[in-house]
């Protein structure tokens, strides 16, 4: 079974930093691409970054670019979603997203199975 276990959230002010974490089990880490996605409440949710397993090549949304990294520890089947300059539009719950088949990126969305989820808050 597929288990993606989300953590880091919490509140923080406009300009501020959080890292996310998401470590994975149930599955072969380095099979899959992996990244995040968030989702506000009457919004759909959308993908923002992935991390190819295959040459480790990054991806972002423009919504994101140049304020949060991607990255993983194939050794903590963890990845990691550093978060810099947050506004109070990034405020949202966000996922970890792991490709259904693929351990390449196909852009900053990824298909697949989502975790359940760290509330991610920024005051202005």
């Known amino acids: 079974e597929v288990q993606l276990v989300e953590s880091g959230g919490g509140l923080v002010q406009a300009g501020g930093s959080l890292r996310l974490s998401c470590t994975a089990s149930g599955f072969t880490f380095d099979d899959y691409a992996i990244g995040w996605g968030r989702q506000t409440p009457g919004k759909e949710r959308e993908g923002i970054s992935c991390i190819s397993h295959s040459d480790g090549s990054t991806y972002y949304a423009d919504s994101v670019k140049g304020r949060f990294t991607i990255s993983k520890d194939n050794a903590k089947n963890t990845v990691y979603l550093q978060m810099n300059n947050l506004k109070p539009e990034d405020t949202a719950t966000y996922y970890c997203?792991?490709?259904?088949?693929?351990?390449?990126?196909?852009?900053?969305?990824?298909?697949?199975?989502w975790g359940q989820g760290t509330q991610v808050t920024v005051s202005s």
């Open positions: 997203v792991r490709d259904l088949v693929r351990n390449y990126c196909s852009g900053y969305r990824v298909l697949g199975s």
